[in-house]
């Protein structure tokens, strides 16, 4: 790429592409909380309540897209939160982000909210690390807190919006959606070399084995030189640098999946070039793990932070920040990992990866339709999710109606806990607390006669 700064190699800001920070054109280098900067000034966008009241969340309608935050620059999103209370499991993958930088034509961000906040399989699980946070709420009521950290610069316009699309009969109830957005607002110019945030989803379910491999078992005799047959997270094309990947595995198989090495292609392509810029050792390492991981854990830089189970079978979750270490590219960049060593396992593979890079970038992926981008679920917890969605629109019809507070108690009494025994996956517990529910429904009708 004959633009790209000379001096790739060097950063000192996340999105930087060179040595040069920004603000005041290069006077700070952001994110030293002890520099005093006098031509920045830092705000929030958030859903709080105009009125004065405390109705501080957007009523977010089956099919609704709403418009997050639309700001003239230069100026960068720093830290973004939100969060929702008892509200479907499949909104995770149900609502999606979408952020357009300077006017660009397509997103720059296109991902379901919940992946790119690190909620794998549509089920949350504590994470700590530097860039991704996601906190417990209430103990008997189903709300985390979710925040991300990247920066997100823009020069002349950001544009955040979120779509929240339906699943009818599943999961089309309203939902009340908080969040902030704190921002900073510039009077220089950013410099050529700041880069834009980007973050794709992709999902591949399931994937295919090898040809002439052992289907679904541990294996080390496979042959892999080429890497054509690899799970692919990212397709970039430009200057810039990958900082960080969200996996998912839903490992149909069982056994050990992990003996898949990450195989990175820097201004190459699989196919074109041999061996890659970058060939793991297994999967694991990727993610900071001694081998086989079968419990969680969470870091600032690497994190396995689900395993569903401790014989690897089912669904597991990793996140990997590239800060100290980006891996960065001057005309593309192809991350890939194996599915099994040689690709030998048919899986449910889901990413995000997270990268910074020069406009404009290369198409994305059509992104799925939320039916193709639900978690896989056993029969009987869909049935109780499909009766939970039926039991919320029992209590949203109350509260249209301004049903009296004993009645809405009683029904909040029963359809709570069953959202939340749900979650869990205690199915029989969330059943009988939704037929619970439905009686208090059918006695409202009742008495209303």
Known sequence: ???????????????????DAYVNGGSAVLGDPSLLVDKAVSFRRSSWDRSGRNHDFLDLQPGQTVTLLDEEGPGRITHFYWTTINASRFHFRQLVLRAWWDGEETPSVEVPIGDLFCVPHCMPQPIRSLMAV????????????????????????????????????LSEEPINFWYHADMERYEGALPAEVGYFHAQWRRENPTTPKTGTAPNVTDWRGLNIGG??????????????????????DNLGGGWYGEGDDMVFVD????????????????EEIFGGGACPNVPYSGPYTGFHMVEHPDFSGKSAMYRWYLADPIRFRRSLVWTIEHGHDNNYQNDYTSVAYWYQTEPHAPFPPLLPVEKRLPRLADDIMDAERERSTVEKMFSTMRAE???????????????PGCFALLRGDVQTAMARFAEARKVYQDYLSHHQ
């Not at 054509?228 to 960080?244: D, H, K, P, R």
């Not at 190459?268 to 999967?283: A, K, L």
């Not at 301004?402 to 709570?416: I, S």
């Open 1 to 19: 790429m004959a633009n790209a700064p000379a001096n790739l190699a060097q950063k000192t800001d996340l999105c930087c592409l060179s040595a």
């Open 134 to 169: 996601v906190n417990t709420g209430h103990c008997e009521v189903n709300t985390w807190g979710f925040n991300l950290y990247f920066p997100m610069p823009f020069r002349t316009r950001a544009r955040v919006e979120l779509t929240y699309d339906v699943l009818p009969g």
């Open 228 to 249: 054509e047959e690899n799970y692919v997270a990212l397709v970039a094309e430009g200057c810039g640098q990958m900082v960080g990947l969200h996996l998912q595995v």
């Open 268 to 283: 190459g392509r699989p196919g074109e070039e041999w061996p890659p810029t970058y060939h793991g050792t297994g999967t």
């Open 402 to 416: 301004q049903a009296e507070q004993v009645w809405l108690d009683r029904m909040w009494g029963a359809l709570n």
